[in-house]
């Protein structure tokens, strides 16, 4: 695991979501030219077969080849323009040339001010074989999603958009330690251990 380089409470925040993730996952910062990735984790380097070293610094398009759809990495790039999540399958390539079918989310990370700090990127390596995988996850993902109460659906709406637990709170009406209950009560239901899962899902099911 990299470090970042911010050590506030927004900054480490966003080291957990990685850190955390059994998922593939870095994080950029789009305050630096290039939207570099500032941190890894051991899985994404496990996937991708970059060590640590050579992927920080650098923005995530080092993945393409000669392959990647530029329509899809158009998407990515109109997603990281805009500050909104987006989930594209797109096809990568490893460190030795190996191609792979990726899912890969991208969703903006703020601070307390609503200021955005970071992205999140995570990466699954999706089975060529596997039948229609995308439509399947997506359907599991609204099924899911379906089965939570209205209150639990505006919630996930609104984490899966960024917002912090203040916004969401201010957004609904509610109080902070209500809106953290209801995330709680998400992550046990949906059955997921991190935020940066909970996006996921929602962005798969199409929230």
């Not at 506030?8 to 059994?22: E, F, I, K, N, Y």
């Not at 909104?84 to 390539?93: A, D, M, Q, T, W």
Request: aromatic residues 4%; glycine residues 8%; neutral net charge.
């Amino acid at each position: 695991m990299v470090l970042l380089a911010d050590s506030t409470p927004a900054g480490m925040r966003a080291l957990r979501l990685v850190t955390d993730s059994p998922i593939a996952s870095v994080i950029s910062d789009p305050r630096r030219p290039d939207n570099p990735i500032v941190a890894c984790n051991q899985p994404f380097c496990d996937l991708t077969g970059y060590p640590a070293d050579e992927v920080v610094g650098r923005n995530c398009r080092f993945l393409s080849g000669p392959g990647t759809e530029p329509w899809l990495s158009e998407e990515i790039r109109r997603g990281v323009r805009e500050h909104r999540p987006v989930l594209v399958e797109i096809l990568n390539y490893k460190r030795d040339g190996q191609p792979f079918r990726n899912a890969v989310l991208v969703a903006p990370i703020y601070d307390e001010d609503d200021a955005l700090l970071y992205f999140l990127g995570s990466q699954i390596e999706i089975d060529a074989d596997a039948a229609a995988p995308g439509s399947m996850r997506r359907i599991r993902a609204a099924e899911m999603v379906n089965a939570l109460s209205p209150r639990q659906g505006q919630v996930l709406k609104l984490v899966a958009k960024g917002m912090l637990n203040k916004q969401v709170a201010a957004e609904l009406g509610l109080s902070e330690k209500t809106v953290k209950m209801h995330r709680a009560i998400l992550m046990g239901r949906l059955g997921l251990s991190t935020t940066a899962d909970l996006i996921r899902l929602a962005v798969e099911a199409g929230l």
